[in-house]
């Protein structure tokens, strides 16, 4: 316990002092303000049959408006809730929020959809996650086939031991794992059998460079394979070009996350999303070929 507190203040402090410092803590104290000020919502991204098109799920992605900077981006505040815990209270919020939020989509949709949630590693290192978690689905009804939780290789890594007790609590309640940024992170393949892992997500970072990078198209190549034969899912992120999705889609990748297919959207924009394309179910198949 005292070595795994040690590892996780390691982390804090080399964050702490990375960033512009000045800049950092006068965001840190406004993230406080805007807590209390109603200032975080979530966007939802569009995860697609790559074949259909059709929408599968929602990737919920956390913003912050505030009234001056406008739109600060997570990969700003994120790090810092890390280091100040508030991403605990940040991330329960968001996890039940999103919840609730699918069972609206579905609605809407009247269809089965599963909403992706991400889960930073202080949270899923923390005492109480699992109680959140519980919360969370009591409260919204939505049963755990239906939730997908996105931690990184990273997450895995700081103790394995206990992230083996935390996800296979996860999959009691058939919550499903998806490893996020896969391929980014330090890690070894070995977790990929010890951990009941549902999902792989492709790190844009391999997506972006496709059709034209030999290297990548090898690395998304021996992923999809590794996918197949261990049973389990691949998302491919940050999908762009119609080129990016034909490769993938070629090479057996079912799933697609990215601009092409659908951006970061407010839950009502993604509703008209899933309004239209219910009208659109109604058409005969042939003529739905026709438009696809
Ligand atoms: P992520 O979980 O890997 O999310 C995917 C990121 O890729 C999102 O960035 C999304 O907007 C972006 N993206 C998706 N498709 C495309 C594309 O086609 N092109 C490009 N250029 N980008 C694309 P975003 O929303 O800025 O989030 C960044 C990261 O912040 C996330 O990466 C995740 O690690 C973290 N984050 C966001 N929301 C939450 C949250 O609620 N909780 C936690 N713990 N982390 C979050
Ligand atoms: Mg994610
Ligand atoms: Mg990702
Ligand atoms: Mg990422």
């Not at 406008?70 to 809730?81: L, T």
């Amino acid at each position: 316990r005292a070595k795994e507190t040690g590892k996780a203040r390691c982390v804090v402090y080399s964050a702490r002092h990375s960033g512009p410092p000045e800049h950092d803590i006068s965001l840190e104290a406004a993230m406080f303000q805007a807590v209390r000020e109603g200032e975080f919502l979530l966007y939802y991204q569009p995860i697609v049959d790559a074949r259909t098109r059709e929408i599968e799920g929602f990737e919920t992605l956390m913003r912050w408006r505030h009234p001056t900077l406008g739109m600060v981006p997570p990969v700003r505040f994120i790090p810092i809730a890390e280091t100040n815990g508030l991403i605990n209270l940040l991330g329960a919020w968001a996890l039940k929020a999103a919840c609730v939020q699918l069972k609206q989509f579905e609605e809407v949709a009247k269809r089965s959809l599963y909403i992706s949630v991400n889960i930073s590693p202080r949270q899923f290192r923390n005492d109480k996650f699992l109680d959140v978690l519980d919360d969370a689905m009591a409260f919204s009804g939505l049963p755990g086939e239906k939730l997908v939780l996105e931690i990184t290789e990273g997450t895995l890594m700081i103790d394995p031991a206990h992230a083996e007790t935390i996800l296979t609590k996860m999959a009691d309640r058939k919550a499903r794992i998806a490893i996020d940024d896969f391929g980014t992170g330090y890690s070894s393949l070995a977790y990929l059998k010890r951990f009941p892992i549902s999902v792989l997500k492709i790190d844009r970072a391999f997506i972006r460079d496709l059709p034209g990078s030999q290297k990548d198209g090898a690395i998304c190549n021996a992923v999809l394979d590794l996918a197949k034969h261990l049973g389990l899912n691949v998302v491919a992120e940050g999908v762009e070009t119609e080129d990016q999705l034909a490769y993938m889609q070629d090479r057996g990748c079912q799933y697609i996350q990215g601009y092409l297919t659908g951006k970061p959207m407010a839950a009502h924009v993604a509703m008209a999303a899933l309004r239209e394309r219910t009208y659109a179910n109604l058409m005969p198949p042939e003529l739905r070929q026709v438009q696809a």
